[in-house]
């Protein structure tokens, strides 16, 4: 079964410094999304991603976070200058379509979980 | 943010009975429902949906029931088996809350005792 795949699993960074996440969606889906969850909070939706553009944003999702799709697979969320509170597990998912048009579920990775030392 | 609820952090069943996990949620615009089950160090996996047109859908042991009026929601397992141990977490979306935006509850730990 087709499946959503992050890297890296762990990523241990400096405060200030930038860091990206990566994933592959499943290839045949055409939204993208980067959640997060603070160790014993909530997954956070931070920002959904269709036809090489922003469709949503949350207020988490600040000037700090952008989000590309560099080629035809990967998804990429990149913190530029990192903070103690951006320690959290940042969860990838995609979709066929999208959840609140057409009803279609969101398929998540696996997550990294990012650091912030 | 409290619009999604999952009032009980745990719960325990025998092997072979039924298990309930109730979500509530406050936003009346939401239409479509869903919930997924996580394991440690992996990511939510979709176990089942229902849109707000329908009160109950099923899919083997897992049928989810959805009672608009009380704003409230329940996922069944029957029967329970001991590979249902997990996280499960109910999420929300709808067409004007923000259609890409999934609004998860705080999660339920189900344990099947064999």
């Known amino acids: 079964e087709p499946e959503v795949t992050q890297t890296p699993s762990h990523q241990v960074t400096q405060m200030g410094q930038e860091v990206i996440l990566r994933c592959v969606p499943i290839?045949?889906?055409?939204?993208f999304y980067w959640y997060r969850q603070i160790l014993g909070q909530k997954v956070e939706f931070l920002v959904s991603f269709y036809n090489n553009e922003i469709s949503e944003k949350s207020e988490i999702f600040d000037d700090q976070f952008s989000v590309e799709r560099p080629d035809g697979s990967n998804f990429t969320l990149k913190i530029r200058s990192t903070k103690l509170e951006d320690s959290a597990m940042y969860f990838c998912?995609?979709?066929?379509?999208?959840?609140?048009?057409?009803?279609?579920?969101?398929?998540f990775g696996d997550g990294t979980r990012l650091s912030i030392l | 943010d409290q619009q999604v609820k999952q009032n009980s952090p745990s719960l325990s069943v025998q092997e072979g009975r039924i298990s309930i996990l109730n979500c509530d949620y406050t936003n009346s615009m939401f239409d479509y429902f869903l919930w997924y089950k996580k394991y440690p160090a992996e990511g939510p996996t979709f176990l089942i949906s229902i849109s707000s047109i329908k009160d109950k859908n099923e899919d083997g042991r897992f049928t989810v029931f959805l009672n608009k009026s009380a704003k409230h929601l329940s996922l069944h397992i029957v029967p329970s088996q001991p590979g249902d141990s997990a996280v499960y977490f109910c999420?929300?979306?709808?067409?004007?809350?923000?259609?890409?935006?999934?609004?998860f509850g705080t999660g339920t730990r189900l344990t099947v005792i064999p």
């Open positions: 999420a929300a979306s709808g067409y004007y809350t923000g259609a890409n935006n999934l609004f």
């Open positions: 998912a995609s979709s066929r379509d999208s959840a609140g048009y057409s009803n279609q579920p969101q398929h």
């Open positions: 290839s045949n889906h055409l939204y």
